[in-house]
C-alpha cells in the first residue's frame, strides 16, 4: 500500500512535470509569435499590446478578491475627462478609486504591492533640476493591456518618479488597449486625479489587437508604441530637443528607485539607451526573459537557446562573452548591442528630430521584434552607447519581482555593496554579425545593419 501511494505521488509529479514543461512551450511560442492566435484573448496576461515580450506568467490571485467599494476610498472624483468609452462596467467603476488612491499614495498597503525602499539618499537629486528653458525633459510612455494587476505598483513608482522630478518637466503618456478588467476605468479615473497634482497626462485607448491578423503582430505592436510617443513628437516645442529622457516601461513591476537608477546611469555613463533586467519563473530560479531581443556585443543573445527551444541554459547568461560575464556577476553596467529587458530609458533627440520610429521588419529582413529594430535604428544614427544596469531587476507581477530583487539584488542592496558604479568603456562599433533567431530552430547570423539606407545625416559615435 505504501509502495503503490508512492508510485502515484511519483506519477502524480511525472504529469506536473509533463504540464510545465507543455506550458514553457506553449509561452515561448506565444512569445515568438509561433503559434496563430488561436483564442479570442491573450492567454496569458502581458502579451497584448504591451509588448510581445511582456508575459507575465500568472495573475495575482489576491486581486480578484478585492471588491472596494467606493466609499472606502479618499478619492471619491471619477468623473472621466474626456471620456473615452460610453457605456463602462459599473462594477469596474466603482473598484477604480481604491485603485486610484493606492497610485498617488505610496504608503497605502490596499493591494499587496511589492515593497520599495527609499530611493538613495542624493544619488538623484540632481535630476531634478529644471532645464534652463523651462522645457519638459521626461517623458514616460507606457502601452497596457489587461493590466489591471500591476497598475498599483507600476503607476505608483512613475508617479513617484515624476513627483520627485519635478511634475513640470514630466509628461505621462499611456496607451491603452482592449482591457476588459478595470484598467481603462482607473487610467480614465486618473485623469482627473493627475491634473489636480499638475501632471501632464495623455490617455488614448486604442482597440488594435496585435494578435488578431497572423504575422501583424509587430507592426501592431510597433504602431502603439509610436501613438505613445506622438504627444511628444507632435508637441517637440514643449520637449528640449537636447535633453529629453523617454523613459518607456511594459507591464512590470518596480521600484521609483530602478526608473531614477536608469535615468541617472544614462547620464552618469553618457549613454543613449538604458535597460534593466527582466526575470520570470519558469522553473524554480529567475530566469531572465527577453532573450529574444537581448544582444551582446559579440552579436549572441544574453544566454545560449539551442534549436529545440529549450531555456535549460538561461541560468548561464552572456556565456560566451566572459568579460561582460564578470561585470555582469558584480553588478557593473555593460554595454550591448540590444536589450529592452521590461523597459528602457533613452535620449529622445532622434525621435524628436523625427529620424526614427518604431517599426516591424521589411521583406528579408531577419525577422525581430520593434525594440531590436529600434535599437538597430539608434546604432545607425550614432546612437551605439547602448547599456544594460543590472542592479536593476524587474518582472511581470510583484511577487516575481519581489523574487527577482531578492535572488539578484536591489538598487538600493548593490550600492550599498559598492557596486553599480563602475564605468562602461564604451565601443563605437557594433559587431558585425548579429544573431537573427526570427525561430528558434532556425538561427543565423546576419550583418548588424542589412536593410539600412546608408544615411546621409549620419553622426559619428
Ligand atoms: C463588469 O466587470 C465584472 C468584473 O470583471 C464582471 O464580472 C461583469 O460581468 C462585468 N459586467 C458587465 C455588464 O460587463
Ligand atoms: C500627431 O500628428 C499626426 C500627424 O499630423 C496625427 O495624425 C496624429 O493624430 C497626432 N497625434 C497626436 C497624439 O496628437
Not at 543573445?301 to 541560468?315: L, R, T
Not at 543565423?444 to 559619428?460: S, V, Y
Amino acid at each position: 500500500m505504501f509502495s503503490s501511494r508512492r508510485f502515484r505521488v511519483l506519477n502524480l509529479y511525472r504529469v506536473a512535470q509533463l504540464a510545465l514543461a507543455v506550458l514553457a512551450i506553449v509561452l515561448i511560442s506565444l512569445h515568438l509569435g509561433l503559434l496563430t492566435y488561436p483564442f479570442d484573448r491573450p492567454v496569458v496576461s502581458g502579451d497584448g499590446p504591451t509588448t510581445w515580450n511582456g508575459v507575465a506568467p500568472e495573475n495575482d490571485p489576491s486581486l480578484d478578491e478585492e471588491t472596494p467599494s467606493i466609499k472606502d476610498a479618499d478619492v471619491t472624483r471619477i468623473e472621466v475627462d474626456p471620456p473615452l468609452k460610453d457605456d463602462g462596467n459599473v462594477t469596474l467603476i466603482q473598484s477604480a478609486p481604491a485603485y486610484i488612491k493606492a497610485i498617488m499614495t505610496p504608503k497605502d498597503t490596499t493591494f499587496p504591492r511589492l515593497e520599495c525602499p527609499v530611493p538613495t539618499q542624493g544619488r538623484y537629486e540632481y535630476l531634478r533640476t529644471p532645464s534652463k528653458s523651462g522645457k519638459r525633459r521626461y517623458f514616460f510612455a507606457v502601452n497596457l493591456h489587461d493590466s489591471i494587476h500591476i497598475l498599483p505598483r507600476l503607476l505608483g513608482s512613475i508617479i513617484e518618479a515624476i513627483r520627485f522630478l519635478g511634475p513640470a518637466q514630466c509628461a505621462l503618456s499611456i496607451v491603452e488597449g482592449r482591457s476588459d478588467d478595470g484598467t481603462l476605468e482607473v487610467l480614465e479615473a486618473l485623469s482627473t486625479v493627475l491634473k489636480e497634482a499638475g501632471i501632464h497626462y495623455i490617455l488614448k485607448s486604442d482597440n488594435k489587437d496585435p494578435l488578431g491578423t497572423p504575422g501583424e503582430r509587430i507592426a501592431k505592436l510597433a504602431d502603439l508604441r509610436n501613438e505613445a510617443l506622438e504627444p511628444m513628437i507632435n508637441n517637440s516645442d514643449q520637449y528640449s530637443t537636447k535633453d529629453t529622457t523617454v523613459v518607456f516601461l511594459n507591464d512590470v513591476s518596480l521600484c521609483i528607485e530602478d526608473i531614477l537608477e536608469l535615468i541617472h546611469q544614462r547620464v552618469y555613463q553618457k549613454a543613449d539607451m538604458t535597460c534593466g533586467m527582466d526575470w520570470v519563473n519558469l522553473w524554480r530560479d529567475p530566469t531572465f526573459y527577453d532573450v529574444w531581443v537581448g544582444r551582446g556585443m559579440n552579436g549572441d543573445s544574453f544566454f545560449e537557446v539551442p534549436a529545440d527551444g529549450s531555456w535549460d541554459n538561461a541560468w548561464n547568461l552572456f556565456w560566451n562573452d566572459l568579460q561582460t560575464q564578470d561585470r555582469f556577476d558584480r553588478h557593473q553596467p555593460f554595454q550591448v548591442f540590444s536589450c529592452w529587458n521590461g523597459g528602457a530609458v533613452f535620449n529622445a533627440t532622434p525621435l524628436l528630430e523625427r529620424k526614427i520610429k518604431f517599426r516591424s521588419s521589411v521583406e528579408g529582413e531577419c525577422f525581430q521584434g520593434e525594440p531590436q529594430l529600434f535599437v538597430k535604428e539608434l546604432w545607425h544614427l550614432g546612437y551605439g552607447k547602448i547599456a544594460v544596469i543590472p542592479s536593476v531587476n524587474v518582472a511581470y507581477s510583484d511577487e516575481r519581482a519581489r523574487e527577482a530583487r531578492m535572488g539578484k539584488g536591489d538598487v538600493t542592496g548593490i550600492l550599498l555593496m559598492g557596486e553599480g558604479n563602475d564605468r562602461v568603456e564604451w565601443k563605437a562599433k557594433p559587431p558585425k554579425k548579429v544573431k537573427c533567431m526570427h525561430t528558434y530552430d532556425a538561427q543565423e547570423w546576419r550583418p548588424w545593419d542589412e536593410f539600412l539606407k546608408p544615411r546621409t545625416d549620419h553622426q559619428d559615435a
